[in-house]
């Protein structure tokens, strides 16, 4: 009988470890929740039943990830600067420590060159990454 309760109690810790707030849009979540919210400042897309799209001005966007009904992921992308890139890596290497990855390189594809790279940051079962990549049609940065 002791057992049953200490079971439970360890099941629901990885859920505490693995919460997250990205502008109030929370781990757990109702799929119904994240598209009332984010549908009144962003234009959504549904892409498949797992995933929404949510696109801001300035190609500002949010990607929503959910696993029967509930947020599991987000991906945030915003218009590349520099003071951006330097806040980001700021707050996750305040937050996380050093990065434990890092990859830069350039790819070929048929529009063109792409030039990316990404670094990724880790603490308990929370992972975090910032990536950019760039080419002839435009920039982009996201955090994930």
Known sequence: MRQVPLIILALFIPAVALAFNVEGFTTGMQKSSVTAVAGKAYKLVTVD?????????????????????????????????????????????????????????????????????????????EYVSLYFMGSEQGDSLSTS
Request: hydrophobic share 35%; proline share 4%.
């Open 49 to 125: 039943d797992g995933t929404i799209v949510a696109n801001g001005p300035n190609g500002a966007y949010l990607s929503f990830n959910f696993c029967e009904d509930r947020l599991v992921a987000v991906q945030q992308g915003f218009q590349p600067n520099l003071k951006q890139v330097s806040l980001i890596i700021s707050e996750f290497k305040g937050k996380y420590g050093n990065p434990i990855s890092t990859n830069a390189g350039t790819r070929a594809h048929s529009s063109g060159t792409i030039y990316e790279w990404g670094m990724w940051w880790g603490a308990d079962q």
